[in-house]
């Protein structure tokens, strides 16, 4: 079988597509051929009502678009991870691949000079129900198993002794994410050497990225169930964090200028609040409460081009689903392709990667 390598974590929305575009990007530019997939769904879009075939998840589509490849060199999944489906295998207390298991190992023994790349279900034991798991198809597969992982504290370290126990030797080695900023280089010279002395290889320590775990405008909307009162034709902005505005208007100006790329929420009837935030580095304005907006408020937000939202929910209950989506929504925007792309390859050792793969480094002085 050719060389196989899963991409997988331990907790979900942990930066695996972020890290499969920026490995792959590599493999590409070192002229090496890449194939992907996800051998179970998790993001399908239904074409009338009716799963698309072959089933090919949505960020399989947004890689394979953001790098030219082509349909040949995608992998469809084998099964969805939906609650209907789950139902019927629970039912039917099925907890086997099934036949397309076997034709995808099939699939893979066909030569390739390159790597393929195959990201798991969100957590080391989702995908159990459809024997799916990433421990299943690793071992299934002969695959080796590189772990995307969000790094708090020492206590993360954790899930990657549970991972390690249940994965053995094909625990390639790890990658830590989202560590703060300020922290990456007291992690590289202290942590990296406790966990490699613990038999783990750390590939890479990559900060946290408020871009990375961003959302749209439009996104927003849609989870808020929102109306846009204007600019409409805006909702692809970027909200990077959130303010609540509940204060005084002097208070409120001030916090807003250290602020960027916000999402402000306030009540319908604080106008001085909404129009101070307007003038800060705001992509969207969310009114809550009772009440309509004034018209010289829509008038500024469409002058500065700022999309105006209206909900129903209270101001705690908006709050709460938009930290929610924080850092829980699918990489599906160019932006964020491109800035994982160096993310990748600035804070994460890819010749000691490729190396390890038996794949040729981009530069052979470090192989």
Known sequence: MGKTLMIGSCEPFSGKSAFVLGIARQLIAGKQKVRFGKPLATSVELVNHCLPQPLIDDDVRFVAETLGLQESELIPSLHHLASDVADKRLANSDLKAGKGFESLKKQLQSPLDGLTILEAAGSLHEGLLFGLSLGQVARGLDAQVLLVHLWKDSTSVDALLAARAQLGDR?????????????????????????????????????????????????????????????????????????????????????????????????????????????????????????????????????????????????????????????????????????????????????????????????????
């Open 171 to 367: 625990l390639l080695g790890i990658v830590l994410n989202a560590v703060t900023p300020d922290e990456v280089e007291e992690l590289e010279q202290s942590v990296v050497p406790s966990l490699e002395a613990l038999g783990m290889v750390v590939f890479g320590v990559m900060p946290r990225s408020p871009l990375l775990r961003s959302v749209t405008v439009g996104e927003l909307v849609r989870r808020l169930e929102a109306r846009v009162l204007c600019c409409s034709e805006r909702l692809e902005l970027m909200v990077e964090t959130l303010s609540i505005g509940a204060m005084n208007v002097n208070s409120a100006m001030e916090f807003f200028r250290r602020r960027r790329n916000m999402a402000v929420v306030t009540g319908a009837d604080r106008t001085d609040i909404q129009l101070a935030a307007l003038e800060a580095s705001t992509q969207c304005l969310i009114l809550t409460g009772a009440g309509e907006p004034l018209p010289q408020l829509i008038n500024r937000s469409e002058e500065l081009e700022v999309p105006l939202l209206k909900v129903e929910h209270d101001t705690l209950s908006t709050v709460e689903v938009i930290e929610q989506a924080f850092g829980h929504v699918r990489l599906h925007e160019a932006v964020k392709a491109t800035y994982a792309f160096r993310l990748v390859e600035e804070h994460c050792d890819l010749d000691r990667l490729f190396s390890n793969l038996g794949l040729p480094c981009r530069d052979e002085h470090h192989c």
